[in-house]
């Protein structure tokens, strides 16, 4: 499976940092206060930190599964927040490039326990993920070739095929509402897997679409994306325990805004530009931090749109793991807590697993999984501290809106160009590139239909379709199933 032969904890951040940010704020900054301070709404720290590392525990299945645990956590049990500033944090972060529950987590952390809040809430968030994709990591490449481990991948890769199309329905059904969000979507589609357009234009080409025409008052331009909230009795902002007034710690305040920049813009890019300057720029980690920095900024729509992107580059460009290994890392990061976009981590392991330089393998790949790690979650902090004392000046934006509608519904389409990639290498064997002019598209040799993994997916998508069974047991049948096909046919 595969071609080449102390766990670390996951990156903090806070460090020296935070430990800057917070003592800013103990000056008498607008955002001022500790969380170690009385707060208004009577939740001590320690009940918060106890909150979201329960939040962290639960977290599967996917963004949306997430973000339901954590509103009926936050909102319905514990009575934070109320359902419209639930609704209009989450908003903001769907706007945002990276996982918008994490970001979520950081943003209700920040909001009731200030800058620490914020920092723990998102840490604790993919924590747990980032330990168990790691050891997961080590596992694959020290006994990826034993049967029961390879069977366990070969179901996981059929099943996983299943779970993308599921995604693609399932964003579909909520963004493409009208005729322009499906030409949207079909011309995204079109653009990334017949003619190869890198992912970031499409969004950007997407967004300016949306909101030019949201600007000129077309109606199919006003739909805001986004996920509703669980049905029930809805919690006022007057009755939750912040209550409805903003806290003077998320007022905005631009010497605030610079301070927060400067200090994780370095936190962020500074040890990319330290590898670059010791190691150079041929380093697999010096490419391993640029890439996935640069992965942190056009990350709209969640992990399922990244893989896209990320699957084009890492597999076809720097050839740091193989098409079907990049559906066993999804599968790793689809059966672990933590947001799916976890699994970047393991395409940096893999990448420096393979080109070492002159470090122990693991070793190398060790740090690679750490170095990607940080450089694809730092950003997501920067976002919230940075942007959302200014949300209510987004909120109702019309222009945006439509811009977000136009994003969501290429998104769409690029997940769809995702599962059919995913099937071409995971249910045949062999792939021929068709090329004319700009035209370059991957066809399948019919005759090399993998019939096992084929029947498996089929299996997969039943169980989610018409069964409604849950992601965890459909993977985890659909990886039992494998192990018993390689067992039986070994």
């Not at 943003?107 to 200030?114: A, E, K, N, P, Q």
């Not at 991957?442 to 029947?455: R, Y």
Request: hydrophobic share 60%.
């Amino acid at each position: 499976m595969l071609s080449n032969p102390s766990v670390k904890p996951a990156p903090a951040l806070a460090g020296e940092g935070a430990a800057a940010i917070d003592r800013g704020e103990e000056k008498g900054d607008v955002t001022g206060g500790t969380a170690a301070e009385p707060c208004g709404h009577g939740v001590p720290f320690g009940e918060a930190l106890r909150v979201w590392a329960r939040v962290a525990a639960l977290s599967f299945g996917g963004p949306a599964g997430q973000i339901a645990v954590m509103h009926r956590i936050v909102v319905d049990e514990k009575r934070w927040i109320g359902e419209s500033r639930f609704l209009h944090a989450l908003n903001y972060c769907m706007l945002l490039p990276g996982p918008e529950a994490q970001q979520l987590a950081v943003y209700i952390g920040w909001l009731m326990h200030r800058t620490l809040g914020g920092l723990v809430a998102g840490l604790l968030f993919i924590l747990p993920g980032f330990i168990a994709i790691l050891a997961l990591s080590y596992v694959y490449v020290i006994f990826g070739d034993a049967s029961l481990v390879e069977g366990l991948f070969f179901g996981l890769k059929a099943a996983v095929l299943a779970v993308v199309v599921q995604a693609v329905f399932r964003i579909g059904s909520r963004a493409l509402v009208n005729p322009a969000m499906v030409a949207i979507a079909g011309a995204a589609f079109l653009a990334i897997f017949a003619f190869k357009v890198p992912f970031p234009l499409i969004i950007l080409l997407a967004a300016v679409v949306g909101y030019l025409g949201s600007k000129a008052g077309n109606r199919f331009f006003r739909t805001a994306g986004g996920h509703a909230a669980a049905s029930g009795a809805v919690l006022k902002d007057r009755d939750s325990l912040l209550g409805e007034a903003t806290p003077a710690h998320a007022r905005p305040s631009l010497g605030w805004s610079l301070k927060i920049s400067a200090v994780l813009l370095c936190l962020w890019l500074g040890p990319v530009v330290l590898i670059w300057f010791f190691a150079g720029g041929n380093s697999v980690f010096t490419q391993i931090g640029a890439f996935f920095s640069k992965m942190a900024v056009v990350t709209f729509g969640g992990a399922y749109a990244a893989l896209a992107y990320v699957a084009q580059e890492a597999v076809q460009h720097y050839g740091w793991l193989k098409p079907g290994e990049m559906l066993d890392g999804l599968g790793m990061a689809e059966t672990t807590p933590g947001p799916l976009i976890m699994v970047l981590q393991f395409v940096g392991f893999l990448g420096a697993w393979r080109d070492p330089g002159g470090l122990d393998p693991m070793v190398a790949a060790t740090l690679a999984a750490i170095l990607t790690t940080w450089v694809t979650f730092v950003p997501c902090f920067l976002w919230i501290f940075l942007g959302a004392p200014f949300i209510e000046k987004l909120r109702g934006h019309a222009a945006l809106s439509g811009a977000m509608s136009a994003i969501t519904a290429a998104v769409v389409g690029v997940i769809l160009n995702l599962a059919v990639w995913f099937a071409v290498h995971t249910l045949f064997a062999e792939v021929r590139l068709f090329a004319a002019g700009p035209l370059r598209i991957e066809l399948p040799v019919a005759a090399t239909l993998v019939l096992p993994a084929a029947l498996l997916a089929a299996a997969a998508a039943f169980a989610l379709f018409r069964l409604k069974a849950s992601v965890l047991l459909t993977l985890g049948l659909a990886a039992l199933a494998g192990i018993l096909w390689t067992l039986a046919s070994g």
